[in-house]
């Protein structure tokens, strides 16, 4: 694993898959910066908490999950491209 991106209480790396691992303490928002690349966006309450799938344009794939208290309980991404304000905000768009 590469470490390709660092700041304080942030990191990014990539493992040998090229899959990025993302650590973060906090996670404000998760968005969308171009909705016309959404091609599909489901959405499943399950148990306290609500979990999404949005299918990007290009293959792209987003999930992520936040309990009812508004913790982010899972964020996972596949051929997108995510930004991280200092904010703490993630925006994702399709890799096209």
Known sequence: MKTIHSRPGQTVERNDD??????MPTIRSVGIADLTQVQSHH??????????VVHF??????????SDQGELIELSARHV???VSAEHEVVFSAVV
């Open 43 to 52: 959405v499943t309450r399950i148990a306290g908490s609500t979990s999404h």
């Open 18 to 23: 090229g899959s990025l691992l993302v650590t």
């Open 81 to 83: 491209r995510g930004v």
């Open 57 to 66: 344009a290009g293959g792209g794939l987003l999930r992520f999950a936040y």
